[in-house]
């Protein structure tokens, strides 16, 4: 298995461009999840999903949106690319087995927006 | 809401040495899990551990849901244990880690 697999691995936007973080896990999981961390900082949940045509936001969900339209794909979108979202991007996927929740995540994108 | 708070921020040893940190949280969990986070970026999985003891090897993990906090233990350090930890409650709230530097 490839577990979570994420492109790209680098981007740089300029301002007011858009783009999308892809996101595919193969592990058959029901929960998707996206995470940005600034430098020196922990994770903030961006958005997650639950299961594919469910959706939610979650902590900082200003200025993205996401769409899950089957279990493997959990795409990110950014409109309007601001400096403030230059970070780097981690895509997670968990399996609510008996109340467990364990993630396991992606490589990461590395986005800067100048 | 909930708060995950970490300790110490940072984190000094010489190879060798034991190591204990530490993952308090605000309110009651039942999902904790502690992460390496290599100096390449990777997050790597250490412990899915809601409650109770864990070992794998040099690390063990504690968890005494009903006070709140978790620990991890790491014996004999190496210079490969160097990164950032980070414990996650509730799946998502993550703390903001503690950095841990090994000297050879």
């Known amino acids: 298995n490839a577990g979570v697999t994420q492109t790209p691995k680098f981007r740089i936007l300029k301002i007011g461009q858009s783009m999308t973080l892809q996101c595919t896990q193969d592990?058959?999981?029901?929960?998707m999840y996206w995470y940005r961390q600034d430098p020196g900082m922990g994770l903030k949940l961006i958005y997650y999903?639950?299961?594919?045509?469910?959706?939610d936001k979650g902590e900082v969900p200003n200025g993205y949106n996401v769409s899950r339209s089957t279990t493997e794909d959990f795409p990110l979108r950014l409109e309007l690319a601001a400096p403030s979202q230059t970070s780097v991007y981690f895509c997670?996927?968990?399996?609510?087995?008996?109340?467990?929740?364990?993630?396991?995540f992606g490589p990461g994108t590395r986005l800067t927006v100048t | 809401g909930i708060q995950v708070e970490q300790s110490p921020p940072d984190l000094i040893l010489q190879e060798g040495a034991n190591s204990t940190l530490r993952c308090n949280f605000s309110?009651?969990?039942?999902?904790l899990q502690w992460f390496h986070q290599n100096p390449w970026g990777q997050l790597i999985n250490l412990f899915y551990?809601?409650?109770g003891t864990k070992q794998n090897g040099r690390l063990s993990a504690t968890t005494v849901a009903t006070e709140r906090y978790s620990l991890l233990y790491i014996s004999s350090s190496q210079t490969t244990d160097s990164g950032v930890y980070f414990c996650?409650?509730?799946?998502?709230?993550f703390g903001a880690g503690t950095r841990l530097t090994v000297k050879p």
């Open positions: 997670a996927s968990s399996y609510s087995v008996g109340g467990s929740y364990e993630q396991y």
């Open positions: 309110d009651s969990v039942n999902n």
């Open positions: 592990m058959n999981h029901n929960y």
């Open positions: 999903s639950v299961g594919a045509g469910i959706t």
């Open positions: 996650a409650a509730f799946s998502w709230r």
């Open positions: 551990i809601p409650s």
